[in-house]
């Protein structure tokens, strides 16, 4: 088959979710966890988005934080004993929860598969597109959580998905994530930061998740292609809103 790849691109960087075809089958089962909820299961307070859809935990962990306290890597592993496919995905997020990082394996920035912030909404990916875990696998879900209160504060935050069959996955998806990670602000004036990175294989873009933090104001996302300028995204940036936002590829 003719091989191409999707991708959701998104930190001021960018993620990026890839896809290559597959012709790989799975097999039924769970998954053992370490430190971690195993995959399969109902979760609640999932990402906005995708209610209709038959939503399972993939990792969930418990923590509790004094007033006042943070935590900047929570982690936690999980490890797969059977294929799965992933259709869509969401974080499950409440309150405490600044952001969430699944990795595949140790190295967590090189490694990244999906990542949330604040108010990040459910991905549903296209028809015949699917992210496979394999068997095997040991996915590493990283937490920075918070507690700005003056009480303490607990709950459950992870990662849950939709699981589709394997013979429907026509192309499977991954992570990229593109933007420059060394700022230079300068105190008290406008700054803008750019990243270029380029990209040497065919690819399909599906969606966007633009990410910085709480002096971020606004993304722009541009695709060159033979000299040709495609924006992808120009918008306004919300720490509290921080969205995938999908378009057609």
């Not at 598969?113 to 696998?137: M, R």
């Not at 294989?201 to 996302?221: D, N, W």
Request: proline share 6%.
């Amino acid at each position: 088959m003719n091989r191409s790849t999707y991708f959701s691109i998104g930190v001021v960087s960018i993620l990026a979710l890839l896809a290559c075809d597959g012709d790989e089958s799975a097999a039924g089962g769970g998954g053992a966890g370490e430190g971690a909820g195993s995959a399969g299961g109902n979760a609640a307070q999932g990402g906005g988005g995708g209610s209709n859809l038959d939503w399972q935990a993939l990792m969930t962990a418990d923590w509790q934080l004094g007033p006042g306290e943070e935590l900047t890597s929570d982690i936690h592993t999980l490890t797969l004993d059977r294929d799965i496919f992933v259709g869509a995905i969401r974080p499950i997020a409440p309150k405490g929860t600044h952001h969430t990082v699944l990795a595949n394996g140790p190295q967590i920035m090189a490694n990244i598969i999906y990542a949330s912030g604040v108010g990040t909404n459910a991905l549903e990916f296209p028809p015949g597109v699917g992210l496979k875990l394999h068997k095997g696998d040991t996915l590493v879900l990283q937490l920075h959580l918070f507690n700005t209160a003056f009480e303490p504060l607990s709950g459950t935050s992870g990662i849950e998905i939709v699981e589709i069959a394997p013979e429907n996955v026509e192309q499977e998806a991954d992570i990229f994530l593109p933007g420059p990670l060394d700022l230079n602000i300068s105190p008290n004036q406008v700054t803008t930061q750019t990243g270029v990175c380029d990209i040497n294989s065919e690819q399909t873009v599906f969606a966007v998740f633009p990410h910085m933090h709480q002096l971020g104001t606004h993304f722009k996302t541009t695709l060159t292609v033979g000299g040709t300028d495609t924006v992808l995204h120009d918008g306004d940036y919300d720490f509290n809103h921080q969205a995938f936002i999908p378009f057609d590829p």
